[in-house]
């Protein structure tokens, strides 16, 4: 079993900057892709940002030049840095990891997600 774990969300300005946080624990033997994946009230999850374990990485249009997805693979941690925000980018932020566990068998997993509300 593996579980992801977010934080880092919480309110910010529009403009304002914030960084969430997601580790990967558990019987992990290598991470392929991970992903920050986004759901605002009313709306469909869609994808944030993504990232292979190369460090080639892919973002929504919404968010280029503004939101920055890293990882640690030394310890199954991705970051996104969001910067500029604005009020639409308020949702429930969710990590996503692809991942080969100890049995050599490659499952999707999910954080809990993280709210993030962008508001004066």
């Known amino acids: 079993q593996v579980q992801l774990v977010e934080s880092g969300g919480g309110l910010v300005q529009p403009g304002g900057s914030v960084r969430l946080s997601c580790v990967a624990s558990?019987?992990?033997?290598?991470?392929?892709?991970m992903a920050w994946y986004r759901q605002a009230p009313g709306s469909q999850r869609e994808l944030v940002a993504d990232?292979?374990?190369?460090?080639?990485?892919n973002y929504a249009d919404s968010v280029k030049g503004r939101f920055t997805i890293s990882r640690d693979n030394a310890k199954y941690t991705a970051f996104l840095q969001m910067n500029s925000l604005k009020p639409e980018d308020t949702a429930v932020y969710y990590c996503?990891?692809?991942?080969?566990?100890?049995?050599?068998?490659?499952?999707?997993?999910w954080g809990q997600g993280t709210r993030v509300n962008v508001s004066s």
């Open positions: 996503y990891a692809h991942v080969v566990n100890r049995n050599l068998l490659p499952i999707d997993y």
């Open positions: 990232i292979t374990n190369g460090g080639n990485t």
């Open positions: 558990g019987s992990i033997l290598r991470i392929n892709s």
